[in-house]
Every structure is written in C-alpha cells, then in structure tokens.
C-alpha cells in the first residue's frame, strides 16, 4: 500500500483532479493514521479504534493533499481558516499556503486552549482580519464537535463570523447534529464508515 501511495502521489499530484485527491488521502489515514484497539478520546469517551490525522497533515505529501483538498470546499467569501490548536494547525497552514499558489490567499488563524500568558495575551495568533470577517473554521477528527465549537466561540469573540466548519472525518457521533443545533453548517472529507471500510479492503 506504501508503494502505491508513493506512486499516486509522483504521478498524480501535479494534475491530479479532486476525485484522485480523496482517493490518495483516504489511502493515507487508512495507512498512517486509522489504528485498532483501546482508546480514550479528547471527548472522554472510550473507543475500539483510533484516528491521529496527525499521522497524515504533518507529512508533506498529506499536508499537500489536504490543503487542496479543503481549499477547494472553501466559501468564495472566505477570509481566513481557523482552528483549535494542535489538530487543526497543519490544516489551516497547509490550506493558507495553497491559497497563495492559486493566486487567492487567505490567511490562517490558530486558535489557544488558553490564552497567551504574555505579550498580548490574546487567544488568537495570525492576522487581526476586519470586524465581521467570513472566517472558516477547519478540524482533522470531529467527534461530539465539542473542540471545534471552542475556536467558533473565540473567533466570534472578537467579532468575526463563522459561518462553517469543514472536517476532514467524521466519525458520526453526534458532532453533526451539535453543530447544526448551533447554526453552523459542518461538512467533512470522509465519514467514519468511509474509512473503516477501506481500512478492512485493504
């Protein structure tokens, strides 16, 4: 599987379609990313599998496939990409840095768990956008949608809006319906089934 991916991506990834993209990505979780057996999740609960999208963002050939990717499901109005550090930070930078080879840069923003202990002590790093900013917030692995909601709470905090939360997985337990409850529309890459279900084929 390792041999295939290094080769979908030598050939592929220059002029690859969107359609061949999620293909490459989902071969990369399924390999690097997607483990079995006895887990606790940020949310607390317990679980029989695992997905650290880490695995897959800090590498460059996913970092580069994921930036695609979510850059091309950005709105047109979009000015910035957010998310709660640590799982979002390669996102929204992989995403910012396409967005400048397509010749339409949009900065990234990193959302603290806490604020900055000095300096400004701000809980935001990146750019100070204008009041009312479209800003989109990004997540690799939504569970109950709990982590994401933080960075829509502190982005709004300052006066920008979230109209949208885009998610590489789901892994389809209540984080959808959390978001819609909230108003926000959620969208992801790949739902949990998506994944398993390769990850057994292969």
């Known amino acids: 599987m390792k041999t295939k991916i290094a080769s979908n991506l030598s050939v592929l990834i220059p002029g690859a379609s969107l359609t061949q993209l999620r293909e490459i990505l989902l071969d990369l979780f399924c390999v690097y990313a997607y483990r079995e057996g006895d ?3 940020s949310s ?3 679980s029989s599998y695992y997905i650290n999208g880490k695995e897959v963002a800090l590498r460059a050939e996913g970092a580069l496939v994921i930036g695609r990717l979510l850059f091309s499901l950005l ?3 979009t000015d910035a990409v957010a998310g709660l550090t640590l799982g979002a930070d390669p996102l929204v930078t992989a995403v910012s840095v396409v967005s400048a080879l397509e010749n339409r840069p949009i ?3 990193i959302v603290r768990k806490e604020a900055k202990g000095h300096g400004t ?5 990146g750019p100070e956008l204008k009041p009312g900013a479209q800003v989109v917030v990004l997540e690799d692995v939504v569970t109950t949608g709990r982590s994401a909601m933080q960075a829509v709470e502190r982005l709004e905090a300052v006066g920008y809006q979230v ?7 789901d892994r389809e337990q209540g ?4 978001y819609q409850a ?3 529309k959620f969208r992801a890459i790949f739902s949990l089934a998506e994944i398993q279900n390769k990850a057994k084929a292969t």
């Open 107 to 109: 900065p990234a923003l």
């Open 39 to 41: 887990f606790v999740l």
């Open 121 to 125: 002590k701000a809980y935001i790093e």
């Open 175 to 178: 984080g959808e319906q959390f």
């Open 163 to 169: 109209p949208e939360i885009i998610a590489l997985i």
């Open 44 to 46: 607390g609960q317990s």
């Open 75 to 77: 709105p047109e109005n």
């Open 182 to 184: 909230q108003g926000l």
